[in-house]
Antibody, heavy 118, light 110 residues
Framework: QVQVVQSGAEVKKPGSSVNVSCKAFGGTFSTHSITWVRQTPGQGLEWMGRIIPMFGVTNYAQRFQDRLTITADKSTSTAYMELSSLTSEDTAIFYC???????????WGQGTLVTVSS | QSALTQPRSVSGSPGQSVTISCTGTSSDVGGYDFVSWYQQHPGKAPKLMIYDVTRRPSGVPDRFSGSKSGNTASLTISGLQTDDEADYYCCSYGASYIMVFGGGTELTVL
Protein backbone atom coordinates (compact mmCIF):
# COMPACT_ATOMS: atom_id res chain seq x y z
CA GLN A 1 0.00 0.00 0.00
CA VAL A 2 1.45 3.34 -1.07
CA GLN A 3 1.45 6.15 1.46
CA VAL A 4 2.41 9.73 0.72
CA VAL A 5 3.31 12.05 3.59
CA GLN A 6 3.93 15.78 3.26
CA SER A 7 5.67 18.27 5.51
CA GLY A 8 3.72 20.48 7.87
CA ALA A 9 2.00 23.84 7.55
CA GLU A 10 4.04 26.96 6.85
CA VAL A 11 3.58 30.68 7.34
CA LYS A 12 5.60 32.85 4.99
CA LYS A 13 6.18 36.54 4.32
CA PRO A 14 5.40 38.03 0.92
CA GLY A 15 8.39 37.84 -1.37
CA SER A 16 9.87 34.79 0.35
CA SER A 17 10.00 31.15 -0.77
CA VAL A 18 8.45 27.98 0.59
CA ASN A 19 9.75 24.44 0.34
CA VAL A 20 7.33 21.55 0.81
CA SER A 21 8.50 17.94 1.01
CA CYS A 22 6.66 14.82 -0.08
CA LYS A 23 7.79 11.32 0.94
CA ALA A 24 6.38 8.26 -0.78
CA PHE A 25 6.35 4.96 1.09
CA GLY A 26 5.76 1.74 -0.80
CA GLY A 27 8.28 1.61 -3.61
CA THR A 28 6.60 3.81 -6.20
CA PHE A 29 9.47 6.25 -6.61
CA SER A 30 11.06 4.11 -9.31
CA THR A 31 7.87 3.63 -11.30
CA HIS A 32 5.86 6.82 -10.80
CA SER A 33 6.22 10.53 -11.17
CA ILE A 34 5.38 12.96 -8.37
CA THR A 35 2.92 15.66 -9.31
CA TRP A 36 2.03 18.84 -7.41
CA VAL A 37 -1.39 20.47 -7.24
CA ARG A 38 -2.46 23.74 -5.62
CA GLN A 39 -5.87 24.45 -4.10
CA THR A 40 -6.58 28.02 -3.06
CA PRO A 41 -9.22 28.62 -0.34
CA GLY A 42 -12.66 27.64 -1.55
CA GLN A 43 -11.34 27.15 -5.08
CA GLY A 44 -10.54 24.28 -7.36
CA LEU A 45 -7.48 22.23 -8.15
CA GLU A 46 -4.63 23.62 -10.21
CA TRP A 47 -1.81 21.51 -11.59
CA MET A 48 1.62 22.99 -10.95
CA GLY A 49 4.12 20.51 -12.29
CA ARG A 50 5.76 17.12 -11.84
CA ILE A 51 9.06 15.32 -11.61
CA ILE A 52 9.94 11.85 -12.84
CA PRO A 53 12.45 10.88 -10.14
CA MET A 54 13.93 8.00 -12.12
CA PHE A 55 15.17 10.42 -14.77
CA GLY A 56 15.09 13.77 -12.98
CA VAL A 57 12.84 15.14 -15.71
CA THR A 58 10.43 17.93 -14.79
CA ASN A 59 7.35 19.47 -16.42
CA TYR A 60 5.91 22.78 -15.22
CA ALA A 61 2.64 24.55 -15.85
CA GLN A 62 3.32 27.73 -17.76
CA ARG A 63 1.97 30.05 -15.06
CA PHE A 64 4.42 28.70 -12.47
CA GLN A 65 7.39 28.18 -14.76
CA ASP A 66 9.34 31.23 -13.58
CA ARG A 67 9.15 30.60 -9.84
CA LEU A 68 8.64 26.85 -9.31
CA THR A 69 11.35 24.26 -8.79
CA ILE A 70 10.61 20.59 -8.22
CA THR A 71 13.37 18.22 -7.18
CA ALA A 72 13.62 14.67 -5.91
CA ASP A 73 15.99 12.59 -3.79
CA LYS A 74 15.76 8.97 -4.90
CA SER A 75 17.75 7.76 -1.91
CA THR A 76 15.00 8.89 0.46
CA SER A 77 12.01 8.65 -1.92
CA THR A 78 11.29 12.30 -1.23
CA ALA A 79 10.26 15.04 -3.62
CA TYR A 80 10.45 18.76 -2.95
CA MET A 81 8.46 21.69 -4.27
CA GLU A 82 9.92 25.18 -3.94
CA LEU A 83 7.77 28.16 -4.86
CA SER A 84 9.42 31.57 -4.78
CA SER A 85 8.29 35.21 -4.86
CA LEU A 86 5.26 34.37 -2.74
CA THR A 87 2.25 36.71 -2.61
CA SER A 88 -0.98 36.51 -0.62
CA GLU A 89 -2.55 34.85 -3.65
CA ASP A 90 -0.30 31.86 -3.04
CA THR A 91 -2.06 31.13 0.25
CA ALA A 92 -3.29 27.63 -0.48
CA ILE A 93 -3.12 23.94 0.27
CA PHE A 94 -0.42 22.25 -1.77
CA TYR A 95 -0.82 18.56 -2.52
CA CYS A 96 1.63 16.08 -3.93
CA UNK A 97 0.61 12.75 -5.40
CA UNK A 98 2.14 9.79 -7.14
CA UNK A 99 1.22 9.66 -10.79
CA UNK A 100 1.57 7.28 -13.69
CA UNK A 101 1.69 9.77 -16.51
CA UNK A 102 -1.55 9.83 -18.50
CA UNK A 103 -3.27 7.66 -15.88
CA UNK A 104 -3.86 10.26 -13.23
CA UNK A 105 -2.69 10.95 -9.70
CA UNK A 106 -3.46 7.87 -7.68
CA UNK A 107 -2.01 8.35 -4.19
CA TRP A 108 -2.25 11.76 -2.58
CA GLY A 109 -0.52 13.32 0.37
CA GLN A 110 -2.51 14.92 3.16
CA GLY A 111 -1.86 18.42 1.84
CA THR A 112 0.29 21.25 3.21
CA LEU A 113 -1.29 24.58 4.09
CA VAL A 114 0.92 27.53 3.16
CA THR A 115 -0.20 30.91 4.46
CA VAL A 116 1.42 34.02 3.01
CA SER A 117 0.96 37.01 5.24
CA SER A 118 2.90 40.06 6.31
CA GLN B 1 -3.94 26.46 -20.82
CA SER B 2 -7.53 27.24 -19.74
CA ALA B 3 -9.38 25.22 -17.15
CA LEU B 4 -11.91 22.69 -18.36
CA THR B 5 -15.57 23.69 -17.98
CA GLN B 6 -17.78 21.89 -15.49
CA PRO B 7 -21.19 22.81 -14.05
CA ARG B 8 -20.82 24.45 -10.66
CA SER B 9 -23.32 22.14 -9.04
CA VAL B 10 -25.55 19.13 -9.65
CA SER B 11 -27.94 17.31 -7.37
CA GLY B 12 -29.85 14.07 -7.13
CA SER B 13 -31.79 11.92 -4.72
CA PRO B 14 -30.50 8.68 -3.19
CA GLY B 15 -30.77 5.86 -5.69
CA GLN B 16 -30.91 8.16 -8.71
CA SER B 17 -28.21 8.77 -11.31
CA VAL B 18 -26.40 12.00 -12.06
CA THR B 19 -24.03 12.99 -14.84
CA ILE B 20 -21.33 15.64 -14.61
CA SER B 21 -19.97 17.08 -17.84
CA CYS B 22 -16.49 18.36 -18.54
CA THR B 23 -15.84 20.37 -21.68
CA GLY B 24 -12.42 21.13 -23.06
CA THR B 25 -10.90 21.54 -26.50
CA SER B 26 -9.26 19.42 -29.16
CA SER B 27 -5.94 20.21 -27.43
CA ASP B 28 -6.90 18.35 -24.28
CA VAL B 29 -10.15 16.38 -23.76
CA GLY B 30 -10.82 15.92 -27.46
CA GLY B 31 -7.26 15.14 -28.41
CA TYR B 32 -6.35 12.45 -25.90
CA ASP B 33 -8.09 9.56 -24.18
CA PHE B 34 -6.46 10.61 -20.92
CA VAL B 35 -9.34 12.04 -18.89
CA SER B 36 -9.50 11.37 -15.18
CA TRP B 37 -11.99 12.24 -12.45
CA TYR B 38 -11.40 13.02 -8.78
CA GLN B 39 -13.69 13.05 -5.78
CA GLN B 40 -12.94 15.42 -2.92
CA HIS B 41 -14.79 15.47 0.38
CA PRO B 42 -14.49 18.64 2.51
CA GLY B 43 -11.15 18.90 4.23
CA LYS B 44 -9.79 15.80 2.49
CA ALA B 45 -7.36 15.14 -0.32
CA PRO B 46 -8.75 14.30 -3.75
CA LYS B 47 -9.29 10.66 -4.66
CA LEU B 48 -8.87 9.21 -8.15
CA MET B 49 -12.16 7.71 -9.33
CA ILE B 50 -11.71 7.31 -13.11
CA TYR B 51 -8.70 7.37 -15.42
CA ASP B 52 -8.19 6.85 -19.14
CA VAL B 53 -11.76 8.13 -19.66
CA THR B 54 -13.47 4.93 -18.54
CA ARG B 55 -11.22 2.90 -16.24
CA ARG B 56 -11.73 2.57 -12.49
CA PRO B 57 -8.89 2.10 -10.00
CA SER B 58 -9.16 -0.89 -7.74
CA GLY B 59 -11.71 -0.29 -4.99
CA VAL B 60 -13.84 2.28 -6.82
CA PRO B 61 -17.44 1.04 -7.09
CA ASP B 62 -18.81 0.30 -10.56
CA ARG B 63 -21.55 2.85 -9.82
CA PHE B 64 -18.98 5.35 -11.12
CA SER B 65 -18.47 5.37 -14.87
CA GLY B 66 -16.84 7.66 -17.40
CA SER B 67 -17.30 8.43 -21.05
CA LYS B 68 -16.26 10.91 -23.69
CA SER B 69 -17.65 12.33 -26.89
CA GLY B 70 -15.65 14.87 -28.85
CA ASN B 71 -14.39 17.59 -26.54
CA THR B 72 -16.72 16.66 -23.67
CA ALA B 73 -16.14 14.00 -21.04
CA SER B 74 -18.74 12.85 -18.54
CA LEU B 75 -18.85 11.17 -15.17
CA THR B 76 -22.01 9.26 -14.30
CA ILE B 77 -22.79 8.15 -10.78
CA SER B 78 -25.63 5.67 -10.53
CA GLY B 79 -27.43 4.51 -7.40
CA LEU B 80 -26.53 7.73 -5.58
CA GLN B 81 -25.55 7.36 -1.96
CA THR B 82 -25.24 10.06 0.69
CA ASP B 83 -21.47 9.50 0.85
CA ASP B 84 -21.22 10.47 -2.81
CA GLU B 85 -21.89 14.07 -1.79
CA ALA B 86 -18.58 15.79 -2.58
CA ASP B 87 -16.80 17.96 -5.11
CA TYR B 88 -15.83 16.30 -8.37
CA TYR B 89 -13.04 17.44 -10.66
CA CYS B 90 -12.24 16.33 -14.17
CA CYS B 91 -8.71 16.46 -15.48
CA SER B 92 -7.20 15.98 -18.90
CA TYR B 93 -3.70 15.62 -20.18
CA GLY B 94 -2.63 17.84 -23.03
CA ALA B 95 0.47 18.31 -25.11
CA SER B 96 3.71 17.44 -23.31
CA TYR B 97 1.60 15.69 -20.67
CA ILE B 98 0.55 18.96 -19.10
CA MET B 99 -2.44 18.39 -16.82
CA VAL B 100 -5.44 20.69 -16.77
CA PHE B 101 -8.28 20.46 -14.26
CA GLY B 102 -11.88 21.49 -14.48
CA GLY B 103 -13.30 24.08 -12.12
CA GLY B 104 -15.06 21.45 -10.04
CA THR B 105 -18.69 20.42 -9.52
CA GLU B 106 -20.42 20.27 -6.16
CA LEU B 107 -22.67 17.21 -5.95
CA THR B 108 -25.53 17.43 -3.48
CA VAL B 109 -27.45 14.28 -2.56
CA LEU B 110 -30.87 15.50 -1.53
Amino acid sequence: QVQVVQSGAEVKKPGSSVNVSCKAFGGTFSTHSITWVRQTPGQGLEWMGRIIPMFGVTNYAQRFQDRLTITADKSTSTAYMELSSLTSEDTAIFYCATEMISKGADNWGQGTLVTVSS
Amino acid sequence: QSALTQPRSVSGSPGQSVTISCTGTSSDVGGYDFVSWYQQHPGKAPKLMIYDVTRRPSGVPDRFSGSKSGNTASLTISGLQTDDEADYYCCSYGASYIMVFGGGTELTVL
